[in-house]
C-alpha cells in the first residue's frame, strides 16, 4: 500500500530532549534530570548499560493501524568478521546485533552487508492518544530514521517511508519543502565512556555554540534536463563567514551517492562536522558546495555533469560567494557514485581541483578506473600535483576496488593517503571519511618532489 500524504503527522507530539551531565550517576529506578526542547526524538542519559543511552522515537496518527521506524542501528564487531572482498554484488552475512545487545568495539554494519542500505525496521506501539513510540539504547554516534504508515509490504519497497515531523530537514519548513524531499531524519546519541562508547562529539552541537549557515539555492543550468534550464544546490558558509574577509574562502564541491543536494547535510551531519573541525581549528573555514548531482543528459554519461560543473557550477559559485578562483583552493570530493564523479573529474580534470577526496567508489554500472598504460604524461604531471584521499569502509563489499585504486595510483608514483576504517557501505563510514579528508588531505600544499 503506498504511503499516505505526510500531512497526516503534521500534528506530529512534540518530544523534549533530555541530556544529563557526563558524568551522571543516575540509577535506573531514578527520574533522569530533564531540560525541555523543542527538538525531537527524546534522548535520555541512564547512566546504565549497555550504552548509557536510550532513545524515544515518537509518531502521532491516530487513524493509523501501524506505524514501523526504520533505523540505521543494525551492529556488528568488525574484528569478529572474517574478510569481506567480494564485488559481485552478494549481499554477504553479517551479526544483526540490535541495540539491546550491543557491545564495547560495535559499530553500524548493514544486516546483511551489501551497498544496499539493509537496517531494521520495527513496529511502533500505539498508546491511548494516537502516539506511537519506540525506545531503544544507542551508543555514541548520528543515527538516521524515518517512518512507515500502514505498510503492508514486508519488504517496503512499495511503500514511502517520511521523516520525523518533530523533526524535519533543515529544508523543510511548515510542510514546505525547498528542492528535494529528504525523506529522512538524524538523531545525534552523546558519549558514556563508562560503557565503552566512542566519543562522537565531532558529530554533535559545536562546543563553543556558533554554528555555520546551510542554504538551498537554485541556480542556471543551461544543459540540465530535469529540472529544465536549472539544478539546484545545498551550500554551507561557516561561522562569522564575511563577504569582505581578506582572503577569500577555499571551496569544497561535495556530491552525495544518490544524487540529491541534500544527503550530505542530513545523513551525512555535514554542517555540524564542519562546525566543529572549524572551531577546533583542525580546518580552515570554508564553503561547502553539495550539488544535485542528478538531472543531465545521460547519453553523455559523467561528461555532462563535468562539463556544467567546471563551465557553470563553479564560475556561479565564484561569482555568488567570496571564495578563491585557485585550483589550489578548491577540493572535489564524494561517496559511491558521488566517488566516481570525482574519479571522473580526478582523472579527466585534474588540474581544476588541487584536492580529491574518493570514498566508496563503485564499480558496477560506474565510472571505470583507467588502465595504467593509458594515463598520459600530462595526466601524471597533474596527478601528482594534486591531494588525493581514497577511503571506505574496510568491511565494505566493494573494498578490494578501493584498494584497487590506490593501487593504481601509487604504481603510477601518485602520492595518496589511504583512509579506510571499519564499517560497511554506509555513512557512518562517509562521514568518518569526510572528517579525516578534511583533516588529513584537503587544502594542504600541493605534493612537489
Not at 509518531?59 to 569481506?84: C, H, I, M
Not at 511502533?124 to 524515518?146: A, E, N, Q
Request: a negative charge.
Amino acid at each position: 500500500m503506498p504511503f499516505p500524504t505526510p500531512h497526516r503527522a503534521f500534528a506530529a507530539l512534540a518530544a523534549v530532549l533530555v541530556l544529563t551531565a557526563g558524568g551522571s550517576t543516575t540509577k535506573p529506578d531514578e527520574k533522569p534530570t530533564v531540560e525541555p526542547r523543542t527538538a525531537s526524538p527524546q534522548v535520555v542519559h541512564t547512566g546504565t548499560g549497555p550504552t548509557g543511552y536510550t532513545v524515544t522515537f515518537r509518531y502521532r496518527d491516530p487513524t493509523a493501524t501501524r506505524v514501523q521506524l526504520k533505523g540505521e542501528w543494525y551492529f556488528g564487531n568488525p574484528y569478529d568478521l572474517s574478510a569481506l572482498t567480494t564485488d559481485d554484488g552478494t549481499a554477504l552475512e553479517t551479526p544483526g546485533t540490535l541495540p539491546a545487545d550491543w557491545r564495547p568495539g560495535d559499530i553500524p554494519l548493514p544486516y546483511p552487508n551489501s551497498p544496499a542500505a539493509n537496517w531494521p525496521v520495527i513496529d511502533m506501539k500505539k498508546g491511548r492518544d494516537g502516539v506511537w513510540t519506540y525506545t531503544t539504547p544507542l551508543p555514541s554516534g548520528v543515527f538516521t530514521y524515518s517512518f512507515y504508515v500502514d505498510c503492508a509490504d514486508a519488504t517496503q519497497t512499495t511503500c514511502t517511508a517520511v521523516s520525523d515531523p518533530a523533526n524535519p530537514p533543515w529544508n523543510e519548513t511548515n510542510g514546505k519543502v525547498a528542492g528535494t524531499v529528504e525523506r529522512t531524519s538524524q538523531v545525534y546519541v552523546p558519549s558514556d565512556r563508562r560503557f565503552g562508547t566512542v566519543d562522537a562529539g565531532w558529530q554533535g552541537p559545536s562546543p563553543t555554540g556558533t554554528r555555520g549557515t546551510l542554504r538551498h539555492v537554485t541556480y542556471p543550468a543551461p544543459t540540465s534536463v530535469t529540472p529544465p534550464g536549472e539544478n539546484h544546490l545545498s551550500v554551507y558558509t561557516p561561522p562569522g563567514y564575511s563577504p569582505g574577509r581578506a582572503k577569500p574562502y577555499p571551496t569544497l564541491y561535495l556530491f552525495s551517492g544518490d544524487a540529491t543536494e541534500m544527503d550530505w547535510s542530513t545523513q551525512g551531519d555535514a554542517g555540524r562536522i564542519l562546525d566543529n573541525l572549524i572551531a577546533t581549528g583542525q580546518i580552515p573555514p570554508m564553503v561547502v558546495v553539495m550539488p544535485n548531482t542528478a538531472g543531465f543528459p545521460a547519453s553523455t554519461g559523467y561528461a555532462a555533469f563535468d562539463q556544467n560543473l567546471t563551465d557553470t557550477l563553479i564560475p556561479y559559485v565564484e561569482s555568488h560567494y567570496h571564495v578563491s578562483t585557485a585550483a589550489a583552493e578548491r577540493a572535489a570530493a564524494g561517496l559511491g557514485y558521488g566517488a566516481s564523479l570525482t574519479n571522473s573529474l580526478l582523472f579527466g580534470h585534474t588540474s581544476a581541483f588541487g584536492s580529491y577526496g574518493v570514498f566508496s567508489p563503485g564499480r558496477r554500472g560506474d565510472y571505470t578506473l583507467p588502465a595504467a598504460s593509458t594515463v598520459t604524461g600530462t595526466q601524471l604531471a597533474a596527478l601528482k600535483r594534486a591531494r588525493i584521499h581514497v577511503g571506505g569502509g574496510w568491511q565494505d563489499p566493494s573494498h578490494d576496488y578501493h584498494a584497487a585504486e590506490v593501487s593504481l595510483l601509487t604504481g603510477l608514483g601518485v602520492p595518496v593517503t589511504p583512509g579506510f576504517v571499519n564499517g560497511g557501505h554506509s555513512w557512518f563510514v562517509w562521514r568518518l571519511n569526510l572528517r579525516d579528508f578534511l583533516t588529513q588531505t584537503a587544502f594542504f600544499p600541493p605534493v612537489t618532489g
